[in-house]
């Protein structure tokens, strides 16, 4: 088996597609509105075919959020290698991204950073450095 896509609800999803085309070379399907039920979406999909759905409603909740809370907590791209976290981290907080944790080497085997997206969601950028092994 294999996560088919992960689905995500933000207030702008045209400027969440932009991002996720721009940074980390998606490629969106055409916007989707359904009028009766308040609801847009795009479908983003990664080099690997991996995919993210991006999906608004205006009538939906927008709590804060909160560093550690109940439900997903971030999306980790891997970007390739050490320079290329190194790089896009650079890039993003160029273009004014909040950076939560700079680039290092993790317990897991990655080198990785955390950036917040346009709506503060958390982006981890990784690079595999290691073995990544989790026993029973």
Do not use: C
């Not at 439900?71 to 896009?88: L, Q, T, Y």
């Amino acid at each position: 088996m294999k996560i088919e896509h992960v689905a995500i609800y933000v207030r702008d999803i045209d400027v969440e597609k932009d991002f996720f085309v721009k940074y980390f070379g998606a490629k969106a399907t055409a916007k989707y509105t359904n009028f009766r039920s308040d609801f847009s979406n795009y479908f983003l999909t990664f080099e690997d075919g991996s995919r993210l759905e991006i999906m608004n409603r205006a009538t939906m909740a927008d709590p804060k959020k909160v560093e550690y809370r109940s439900g997903f907590h971030h999306i980790a791209m891997e970007v390739g290698d050490r320079k290329d976290v190194d790089d896009i981290t650079k890039r993003l907080q160029a273009d004014g991204y909040a950076v939560v944790k700079g680039a290092r080497e993790t317990g897991d085997g990655q080198y990785a950073s955390v950036v917040l997206d346009p709506e503060d969601n958390e982006i981890e950028l990784i690079a595999k450095i290691g073995a990544t092994t989790y026993k029973d």
